[in-house]
């Protein structure tokens, strides 16, 4: 394709990718989106699909609808395998793209710390697929109790150990307590559902370590109400078909659900550029990859420190350095003024435990218990992409609260090959 403007090719439509597109919907630039899917997903939402309170598309939006209106913008439905820095070029496996300006937002996957063979035996929660992979385990589980005669086995089937005290693993926690002891209860009639058991493991002190610990405490309590097990300074040692070891003891569980640590995608070998110990690369203060000007790694793929530590990998920091690198493009091409360094602006921090009770850390503001939790309702219904998702989500939301009724519940099956993570439930039904 012959192109008069610079060719702006963004790899990744995750929350920093598609802010840096929409950004640069009116810059006098060619825009190519490139993603594997052909959805943008709000993640922060996805264990409320593994739970069963919403559905995928509740929470996705097609890339496509987002920049329909960009006469600018084309996407391109595509794996990137790697990048050639000296023709200026992103290779997938159709073609080569040819780039005047590169933005890498390829976002992460799970970490194991080492220990991969446990992804065998735990579900992680990073995508689509993920979220009703757990949802359909999670449903099973309950099915399978409802077959099985022996206490101990059916004791293992509804045990749920999450890994991982960090947000995701404390709203997971507090759902899957709502869907075992609320929901689900009566649904039954050979063993009751609130006598299933749910634990939270974190290797630290304490859970949610980026909150204030009265905030973490507060959180702790909240969990501790609906029935869930906290367990701090537990590192897991080992997980296998049969459960999970940590603090030295064995917790029989079919149901190990992974949401302790991420490690950047694979961009850093792409790139061949210097990375963390997680697999960020490390970037300049403008977010661009040393000695390529042209080349901007941005959210969960960069290492960017401020005030010499390394920025989350949250929503809010890909936003806004999307937002950032779409302005210096823009700036360049039309001669203007460089805008100076990236710096984040941190709004504030959010978790929710259950269909009621929240904290948020907003700097000199604090709250927690109710207010919070409709501080956290407001701020992910503003974020939402799309007037329709936003308008369903609300609905079934207050539909949740106020008849503890969960509408997705489906059982569901990607194909007839089983992992060795499905075999223990589905060879009981």
């Known amino acids: 394709m012959q192109r008069k403007r610079p060719h702006v090719v963004i790899v990744g439509a995750g929350f920093g990718g598609l802010q840096a597109a929409r950004a640069l919907g009116k810059a006098p630039v060619d825009v190519t989106v490139i993603d594997r899917n052909n959805h943008h997903l709000f993640q922060p939402l996805l264990y409320q699909v593994a739970t069963a309170v919403l559905s995928p598309a509740d929470i996705s939006a097609p890339i496509r609808a987002v920049v329909r209106r960009q006469r600018n913008t084309e996407v391109l439905m595509a794996e990137v395998t790697g990048v050639d820095l000296e023709r200026q070029e992103v290779i997938t496996h159709e073609r080569r793209i040819s780039y005047d300006y590169l933005i ?8 194991y710390f080492g220990h991969d063979e446990w992804g065998a ?4 929660l990073k995508t689509i697929v993920n979220a009703t992979s757990i949802r359909r385990r999670l449903l099973l589980a309950f099915e399978a109790a409802e077959l099985e005669p022996d206490p101990e086995k059916r004791r293992a089937l509804l045990t749920f150990v999450l890994v991982g005290g960090g947000p995701t693993g404390v709203e997971m926690a507090g759902a899957i307590a709502e869907l075992a002891h609320k929901v689900l209860a009566g649904d039954f009639r050979h063993f009751d559902p609130r006598e299933s058991r749910i634990l939270l493991l974190e290797a630290l002190p304490r859970i949610l370590p980026a909150f204030p610990e009265h905030l973490a405490q507060r959180a702790q309590e909240a969990l501790t109400h609906l029935g869930v097990e906290v367990r701090t300074s537990s590192p897991v040692e080992k997980i296998d078909e049969e459960g999970v070891i940590a603090g030295g003891g064995r917790i029989p569980s079919h149901n190990v659900i992974w949401t302790a640590g991420v490690s950047a995608s694979p961009a850093g070998k792409w790139l061949n550029a210097e990375v963390d110990r997680a697999g960020r690369v490390k970037v300049l203060a403008n977010l ?10 941005i959210g969960d793929t960069a290492c960017a420190l401020q005030k010499g530590k390394p920025l989350p990998g949250v929503a809010p920091v890909a936003m806004q350095q999307g937002r950032y690198v779409a302005d210096v493009i823009r700036r360049r091409v039309t001669g203007q003024r460089f805008p100076g360094p990236f710096r984040y602006r941190n709004k504030g921090s959010l978790a929710t435990v259950g269909r009621s009770f929240g904290i948020a850390d907003l700097g000199k503001l604090q709250f927690a218990g109710f207010s919070g939790w409709l501080l956290w309702l407001i701020v992910h219904i503003i974020y939402l992409i799309g007037f329709r998702n936003r308008v369903l989500v609300l609905f079934q939301w207050a539909w949740a609260f106020l008849t503890f009724e969960r509408g997705a519940r489906l059982i569901t099956f990607e194909s007839t090959a089983k992992s060795p993570v499905d075999e223990p439930i589905e060879e009981l039904l």
């Open 104 to 111: 890498i937002a390829t976002g992460a996957a799970h970490s």
């Open 121 to 124: 035996y735990s579900s992680g």
């Open 288 to 297: 661009t990859l040393p000695d390529y000007p042209n080349v901007f790694v």
